[in-house]
Nanobody, 114 residues
Framework: VQLQASGGGLVQAGGSLRLSCVASGSIFNINVMAWYRQAPGKQRELVAAITSGGNTNYADSVKGRFTISRDNAKNTMYLQMNSLKSEDTAVYHC?????????WGQGTQVTVSS
């Protein structure tokens, strides 16, 4: 499984960005996809996750501001990020899990200026 993340960039506080993660390869066993982020000097943390059935969960820090979704026909997962804050600045990584194996994509940088 290969994952390609995109959509990061520089945005002012209060702005919005949408991240995309396209999966390719042996994707039929993937059940959970998720976004993680890692800020400088901090540990990687879960931002949001979504199952193949559409169940979602979010970190408390992004609830009400971020929305995770997936288009199974396009093998793509999205993260709509609204009302961005400076503390959302991080490298965002997508992850897919299938048959107890985790696959990671490369990160995409999100920088929020205050």
């Amino acid at each position: 499984v290969q994952l390609q993340a995109s959509g990061g960039g520089l945005v002012q506080a209060g702005g919005s960005l949408r991240l995309s993660c396209v999966a390719s390869g042996s994707i039929f066993n993937i059940n959970v996809m998720a976004w993680y982020r890692q800020a400088p000097g901090k540990q990687r943390e879960l931002v949001a996750a979504i199952t193949s059935g559409g169940n979602t969960n979010y970190a408390d820090s992004v609830k009400g501001r971020f929305t995770i979704s997936r288009d199974n026909a396009k093998n793509t997962m999205y993260l709509q990020m609204n009302s961005l804050k400076s503390e959302d600045t991080a490298v965002y990584h997508c992850k897919a899990r299938g048959l107890s194996v985790d696959y990671w994509g490369q990160g995409t940088q999100v920088t929020v200026s205050s």
